[in-house]
């Protein structure tokens, strides 16, 4: 499976700007054996969190819909990062997955939200479990920056027999170190792929740490990307890897989840 990761930087607060930016990165480089492209956290809007009120979209929204006539047109399954959706006048922050055809066929509304950032006030957190889905017969799951520090969400999707897990960010430099060292954890301890997409550039003070990576289900990093500059990061996954992990180390049947 070929995936394409795009690190991007923001603009923020402006949805119209950033679809143009995308656009601009799938004619440029999605392929025709392009499998997926994966998107940063929060990609239209950036973290202007006291804006969302008015800048949020309904869950059918402009960039719903400029992502399905994407995949479409490009005939490529898409991880369209997250955005801001406003549902009953709550907001979320929304991962969103639609396949070849241009089909919304999953999302997942961030569960742990940044205490940091002030995110709770400004948004509501998921009340859905992690569920696996499927893309080209591959089982796989995303889960939403700051969650990468729960191992037991990350936990529930290996359960669900998940072979490839995306996280789009907006994770900051000042904890870049964090991000390398659980993302790595995470592949490890669930036998897995685990395919990062975090954002770069810098806003409201803060700067963002990049290195959007390819993690193997052994711990391998196959690529990473820079620290500081927008890039595209390709890498061919081979899924068979993870049985073979998964048999050469067996760690879920070994589990004993009564005495935890």
């Known amino acids: 499976m070929n995936i394409t990761v795009f690190q991007l930087d923001i603009i923020a607060g402006n949805p119209e700007a950033n679809q143009e930016k995308a656009a601009v990165w799938f004619a440029e480089n999605v392929k025709p054996d392009t499998d997926v492209v994966v998107l940063p956290e929060m990609w239209t809007t950036a973290y202007?969190?006291?804006?969302?009120?008015?800048?949020?979209?309904?869950?059918?929204?402009?960039?719903?819909?400029?992502?399905?006539?994407?995949?479409?047109?490009?005939?490529?399954?898409?991880?369209?990062?997250?955005?801001?959706?406003?549902?009953d006048s709550l907001i979320y922050n929304r991962?969103?997955?639609?396949?070849?055809?241009?089909?919304?066929?999953?999302?997942?509304?961030?569960?742990?939200?940044?205490?940091?950032?002030?995110?709770?006030?400004?948004?509501?957190?998921?009340?859905?479990?992690?569920?696996?889905?499927?893309?080209?017969?591959?089982?796989?799951?995303?889960?939403?920056?700051?969650d990468l520090r729960f191992p037991e969400i990350i936990r529930q999707l290996a359960l669900q027999e998940a072979q490839v897990l995306f996280i789009p960010a907006e994770w900051p430099e000042a904890r870049a170190g964090h991000w390398e060292t659980l993302s790595t954890a995470r592949a490890i301890?669930?036998?897995?792929?685990?395919?990062?997409?975090?954002?770069?550039?810098?806003?409201?003070g803060v700067e963002f740490a990049g290195r959007s990576?390819?993690?193997?289900?052994?711990?391998?990093?196959?690529?990473?990307?820079?620290?500081?500059?927008?890039?595209?990061?390709?890498?061919?996954?081979?899924?068979?890897?993870?049985?073979?992990v998964r048999d050469t180390v067996p760690i879920f049947t070994s589990r004993v989840p009564a005495l935890y």
Request: hydrophobic share 45%.
């Open 48 to 87: 202007t969190l006291d804006a969302l009120e008015d800048t949020a979209e309904a869950a059918d929204g402009e960039s719903v819909v400029f992502l399905q006539k994407l995949a479409s047109s490009y005939a490529v399954n898409i991880i369209g990062g997250s955005i801001a959706v406003k549902v």
């Open 95 to 146: 991962a969103v997955v639609i396949d070849r055809k241009g089909n919304l066929i999953y999302h997942y509304d961030k569960i742990h939200l940044v205490p940091m950032l002030n995110e709770p006030a400004y948004l509501e957190g998921g009340r859905a479990k992690v569920q696996t889905f499927v893309l080209d017969g591959v089982k796989m799951g995303v889960v939403i920056c700051f």
């Open 189 to 204: 301890e669930n036998q897995m792929y685990v395919v990062t997409c975090n954002r770069v550039g810098t806003y409201d």
């Open 213 to 244: 990576m390819f993690i193997d289900p052994w711990g391998t990093v196959l690529a990473k990307g820079s620290s500081s500059n927008e890039e595209v990061i390709t890498r061919q996954l081979d899924l068979e890897s993870v049985k073979t």
